[in-house]
């Protein structure tokens, strides 16, 4: 079955220091993709990251960077230097395909609270 | 920028009413989502439409159907609204070759 693991309910950090979300994904097909999303407290989900399968470097997009180990099946996100705007709930998903069309599955979420 | 707009942010709803709520995308994306989100579950996929007039069943179909009568509007109906179905509910849309799903602000229902 087709799944992500999210195990972190809730993390917390200070302003500017660094922190990694965790994220499992399970998986059998050989090409997928995997999304971060962030969700503030206004609710709607906003794109951050993507990773490919087949992608030999790690994702970066300006602070967010996805650490990407495949023999591990894991897809950590990290934030560097945070910033009291990054307090939110963050869900990793994966890309699958589903009867012929592509579908996200989502983790359970991990709520970021940062703290000056 | 792509927009995804719902048509209501909160809704309060008796038990067995007929429930509509509405997403419209500004992109001409052709595939559209309706997903509901409850605490300690994520995200889970009722269902999407790949074209106008074309659906496929999510995971979690039931109490649910969809209409996609133009390729800019998925709508999603709550035929007989039960307790069960509060909750937030999110549209998305995606363009046919891209990866990334833009999703709209949710509406979080309240069915009592």
């Known amino acids: 079955a087709q799944k992500i693991t999210q195990t972190q309910p809730g993390m917390f950090v200070q302003e500017k220091e660094a922190v990694t979300l965790d994220c499992t994904y399970d998986?059998?097909?050989?090409?997928?993709?995997l999304f971060w999303y962030k969700q503030p407290s206004s609710g709607e989900m906003i794109f951050l990251i993507y990773?490919?399968?087949?992608?030999?470097q790690n994702a970066t997009e300006g602070r967010y960077s996805l650490n990407f180990q495949k023999a591990r099946k894991s897809a950590n996100l990290v934030i560097s230097a945070s910033q009291l705007g990054d307090s939110a709930m963050y869900f990793c998903a994966m890309r699958i395909l589903n009867t012929g069309f592509q579908k996200l599955v989502f983790g359970t979420g991990t709520r970021l609270l940062v703290s000056p | 920028d792509v927009k995804v707009t719902q048509s209501s942010r909160y809704l309060v709803k008796r038990t067995g009413e007929k429930v509509f709520l509405e997403c419209v995308q500004d992109?001409?994306?052709?595939?559209m989502f309706w997903y509901r989100q409850d605490p300690g579950l994520g995200l889970r996929l009722i269902y999407f439409?790949?074209?106008?007039?074309?659906?496929e069943k999510g995971d979690i179909p039931e109490g649910y159907s969809v209409s996609r009568e133009k390729k800019e509007r998925f709508s999603l109906i709550l035929e007989s609204a039960s307790t069960n179905q509060t909750s937030m509910y999110l549209c998305?849309?995606?363009?046919?070759?891209?990866?990334?799903?833009?999703f709209g602000p949710g509406t979080r229902l309240t069915v009592t």
């Open positions: 439409s790949y074209d106008v007039k074309m659906k």
């Open positions: 990773q490919g399968s087949y992608d030999e």
């Open positions: 998305a849309s995606k363009g046919r070759g891209t990866y990334e799903q833009y």
């Open positions: 992109m001409d994306h052709e595939n």
């Open positions: 998986t059998s097909d050989q090409s997928y993709g």
